[in-house]
């Protein structure tokens, strides 16, 4: 069978393309538009990784309740446990533990607690 001779104009090749290079770097700027941490975000991102990412993302000690992902904590209307999912709860959680959780009681002041909070609140934004 013959195939299709169809006609592309230069003209309208040269337009596709410009077309599909504005939409890949459209696409590609968006990976970058967020805006960047404040800085209380950022303290709070330092406080995520070295008090509970190893946990939460890692499950270093291989708990068989799996700690649960983090990045949409505050974007669910319920914590897992079905718990409203309220800067009070989490605060909660975090200084009285919860299952295999350990407790924090005394280990954050109530400014890296904030920051705790809001860094949470980004959804664990890459700094
Ligand atoms: C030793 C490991 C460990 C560390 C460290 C840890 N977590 Fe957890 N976390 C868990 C486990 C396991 C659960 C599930 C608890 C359950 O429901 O039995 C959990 C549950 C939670 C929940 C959900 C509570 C609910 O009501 O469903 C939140 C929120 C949470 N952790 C936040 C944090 C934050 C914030 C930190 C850091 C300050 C942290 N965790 C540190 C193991 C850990």
């Not at 700027?29 to 406080?47: D, V």
Request: aromatic share 6%; net charge neutral.
């Amino acid at each position: 069978m013959k195939p299709i001779d169809v006609p592309v104009s230069p003209h309208l090749l040269r337009w596709a393309t410009a077309v599909f290079s504005v939409a890949t770097a459209i696409a590609l700027a968006g990976c970058h538009s967020e805006p960047p941490l404040t800085p209380q975000e950022a303290e709070g991102e330092h406080l995520y990784a070295v008090r509970c990412a190893h946990c939460h993302r890692d499950n270093d000690l291989a708990l068989k309740k799996v700690p649960p992902d983090l990045h949409s904590v505050f974007k669910n209307s319920k914590l897992p446990s079905g718990a409203p999912a309220t800067n009070a709860e989490v605060r909660h959680v975090v200084l009285a533990g919860r299952g295999m959780m350990t407790s924090f009681a005394g280990r954050f002041t109530d400014d890296q607690m904030a920051a705790l909070l809001a860094y949470l609140h980004t959804g664990l934004r890459e700094p």
